[in-house]
């Protein structure tokens, strides 16, 4: 006899679930292949065709085309697959918004780790990278792959600052303080938007002289500077800076950490000062969203941190003293919103 809730229930959404990891190496073997490269600018190819250009047989050909033309990554047209706009704005290789450094590091590194999860949920310790030996997740990392890092970053952040530019009023500031701000990708995208904005990329020394030359390349420089330093190792942030930025940043560390980064951001600022933290937030109840919750459980795989939640938010900067704590919503590959507080005008 079927039940009402036989006639409801169906296994689809556990199968969509388990086989989701199919689309991702649908995606990441084509980029490896170079597929979306090879037919950028060209009037397509067949089977036979990319069979030959490859050196494999016709049936993994025909497969992978198949794979991505379902997936929206190619079209298909007069017999010939051809890339999709989607596809041939990021995943072209030496486009402006290159996307395909993400995928890469995706599939190279952080694939093996989340293989790895039910070792991570147990021992509270990240499987990409060994902590007893290194001293961060970027010690001792292929310098080729952090390069693939640093410009999928660049990307990935590029678009989440024009949502937070346009969700965000920043009429009123004149001085940004990036801190972490990596490749300056914010930086750029936000002083594009509001014309008197200035802005100051604070990074460890490496990635300050990417976001100088990421700087430069945009025609910014005379108004965004960049600042070798360490939140953690540094007495103080760099001051003279009416708003400060952590965009993606205090979900890489515990509790504590992030509390004392928060700190530091206080003490900088002065008083009417603002600060803004960018993040896929997970909503108070615990409960997702989905790229929040699951980014979380990627930070147990790669850091100490987690994806906190407003209300954390606000009670860490209550606790310091910020009035005026607020959340503002929006979508973005990188983040879903921003906690914005105020230093009260009369604190020091």
Not at 40 to 49: I, Y
Request: hydrophobic share 45%; proline share 5%; charged share 20%.
């Amino acid at each position: 006899m079927t039940t009402d809730i036989d006639q409801a229930l169906s296994p689809v959404p556990l199968m969509q679930l388990a086989t989701g990891f199919w689309a991702f190496k649908t995606l990441a073997a084509a980029h490896e292949l170079d597929l979306f490269s090879r037919l950028s600018g060209t009037a397509g190819t067949t089977t036979e065709e990319l069979a030959e250009a490859l050196a494999i047989e016709a049936r993994p050909a025909e497969m992978l085309l198949t794979g991505c033309a379902a997936l929206g990554l190619l079209e298909k047209n007069d017999g010939r697959y051809l890339n999709s706009a989607l596809s041939e704005e990021f995943l072209v290789r030496g486009s402006t918004y290159y996307f395909g450094g993400f995928v890469q590091m995706l599939d190279e590194r952080l694939y093996a780790g989340w293989a790895r999860l039910t070792e991570a949920i147990r021992t509270n310790r990240p499987t990409t990278w060994d902590p007893d030996r290194q001293h961060s997740v970027f010690d001792g990392e292929d310098p080729h792959l952090l390069a693939v890092f640093w410009e999928a970053m660049h990307s990935l952040s590029t678009f989440t600052a024009r949502a937070l530019g346009r969700t965000v009023d920043l009429r009123g500031s004149r001085r940004l303080l990036d801190v972490g701000g990596g490749s300056a990708a914010f930086d750029i995208e936000l002083c594009r938007l509001y014309p008197t904005l200035t802005a100051t990329v604070y990074d460890l020394p490496k990635v300050a002289a990417i976001a100088a030359g990421k700087v430069e390349e945009a025609g910014l420089s005379a108004r965004i500077d960049t600042v070798a330093g360490d939140f953690f190792d540094d007495s103080a942030l760099p001051g003279g800076h009416d708003t400060i930025l952590l965009s993606m940043i205090l979900h890489d560390w515990a509790e504590d950490r992030a509390r004392a980064i928060l700190h530091k951001c206080w003490t900088a600022l002065p008083s009417g000062g603002r600060l803004i933290i960018a993040e896929l937030l997970v909503n108070d109840e615990r409960t997702g969203p989905p790229p929040a919750a699951l980014m979380s459980l990627n930070m147990l795989v790669e850091t100490e941190g987690r994806n906190y939640t407003p209300r954390e938010y606000r009670a860490w900067l209550d606790n310091l003293g910020f009035q005026d704590i607020g959340t503002v919503w929006f979508e973005a590959a990188g983040a879903n919103g921003a906690v914005i507080a105020r230093k009260p005008p009369s604190s020091t």
